[in-house]
């Protein structure tokens, strides 16, 4: 029966995604966890290894506008996971990550689901990047722990949006960071505190670009406001693109600061035009753009074209600044970083993006591992699903080292609510303290 089904599932999605099938389904994957030994192994013992590892599946985008997303977060993990290993894994359990691309692309992201599930056995899921992926395969990972292990979860994603956090799908996800709808909702206030009356908001037209733009109106309307323009972009847009007539829009409205809802090319670009065009509005992005890689952007650009194209930007984060030191949990994962310096499979790399030393996403990335590790450690030596579910939901004020406990319940499947604000100095995020200065273009 459950053949039939597999087989069902798999010739309907075949006949849907058509010829994104077959590239999905190419795409590599790395056991990336365990470090290899060289010594000659007999097939029988390489097996027993192989059952005794505790493999985690990730699908993200490691190619293309949203490289630096996936790459980051993976690095962050792998940088924990590598150190756990030479510990001797848990409770004598090396970890492994199965990792696929799916180009920030819902399709491929489905079949890189059914692969990790199906064929790759995984333990769990973690990593995920992206609202418009994750939402899309979050039906086939309900109905695989239905047919097959109620208590599978999916632990850690690079994503704030709603659908994971409530029902039919909040008991089978188990959130680390802050939601969109708690970004939107603090920078609402903090610009509202900063004297700004008119929103502008700047969007990927998908369920990203809705998440954050609903968290945007949900501010505005605690204080009888609404949002005053709205203008969006297509996914996968590029930082050469012209957004002049986005800009326009925005700026006919008077507007007085604008939020963004996408990912670091778009929204990029939008800074870009409006700066040429001699706006310079306030201009705000959520944690999942890769500030890094946007300011990387501005920045090069600046160069060239001898402009500053880095003030009055500001960045909200869900995890502190990487460069916070008086952190333990930072300075471990600078020290993690450093001595592991984790790569990409080399299938996996794409040669227009080249890795960070640290980031937000890295750090994310390192966050989500050090949960998930404490988690398999509560479950003890007798691993198995119900008992790893059990492990995250007796996290109550766990101390991760950043200034913020996190707790998790059998009703509370969000283990993290804070929200931090950066802006640009000397081509570096930092944290604002005076919201006048950070507005100021």
């Known amino acids: 029966m459950e053949g039939k089904r597999k087989l069902h599932r798999r010739s309907f999605l075949r006949m849907v995604l058509g010829g994104t099938t077959s590239a999905a389904l190419a795409g590599q994957s790395a056991l990336a966890g365990a470090r290899r030994d060289s010594s000659p192994q007999t097939g029988a013992r390489r097996l027993a290894v192989a059952s005794r590892t505790i493999k985690i599946g990730m699908s993200a985008a490691f190619s293309g506008t949203a490289a630096a997303l996936g790459t980051e977060l993976y690095r962050g993990a792998q940088a924990y996971y590598d150190e756990i290993n030479d510990r001797g894994g848990i409770h004598g359990r090396p970890i492994s990550v199965t990792v ?140 050469d693109e012209d957004m002049s007539l986005a800009v326009k829009a925005l700026r006919e409205r008077s507007v007085d600061v604008v939020l963004c809802t996408g990912v670091y090319q778009g929204c990029a670009a939008f800074i870009r035009s409006a700066r040429d065009l001699g706006w310079n509005v306030p201009i705000s992005n959520l944690s999942f753009v890769g500030p890094e890689a946007l300011l990387g952007l501005l920045t090069e650009h600046g160069r060239k074209t001898g402009r500053d194209y880095t003030r009055g930007i500001v960045n909200s984060q869900v995890v502190p600044s990487y460069d916070d030191e008086t952190l333990p949990g930072v300075s471990e994962y600078r020290a993690l970083m450093d001595k592991n310096n984790p790569g990409i499979p080399h299938s996996l790399r794409d040669p227009s993006y080249t890795p960070r030393s640290y980031s937000f996403a890295s750090l994310e990335g390192f966050i989500n591992a050090k949960v998930i590790v404490e988690g398999l450690r509560r479950a003890g030596p007798n691993l198995t699903r119900r008992r790893f579910r059990q492990g995250l939901e007796s996290l109550h004020d766990f101390d991760l080292g950043i200034g913020a406990p996190l707790s998790f319940g059998t009703n509370r499947h969000q283990g993290l609510d804070s929200v931090y604000f950066t802006r640009v100095e000397n081509e570096r995020w930092v944290s604002i303290t005076d919201w006048k200065a950070a507005m100021s273009a």
Request: charged share 25%; glycine share 10%.
């Open 100 to 239: 696929l691309d799916d180009r920030y692309d819902p399709l491929p992201c489905v079949m890189n689901t059914l692969r990790l599930l199906e064929e790759e056995g995984v333990f769990l899921l973690s990593g995920y990047v992206g609202t418009p992926t994750l939402t899309r395969a979050l039906p086939f990972i309900k109905q695989y722990a239905q047919e097959h292990d109620e208590d599978f979860v999916v632990v850690g994603v690079f994503t704030g949006a709603q659908p994971q956090r409530e029902p039919p799908y909040g008991e089978y996800v188990f959130n680390i960071r802050a939601s969109y709808r708690q970004e939107m909702m603090a920078l609402v206030d903090q610009f509202w505190r900063a004297g700004a009356r008119e929103f502008g908001v700047f969007y990927q037209i998908d369920a990203y670009g809705r998440s954050g733009t609903d968290g945007v109106a949900r501010g505005l309307a605690r204080r009888g406001a609404t949002i005053a323009a709205e203008a969006t972009y297509a996914r996968g847009a590029k930082f």
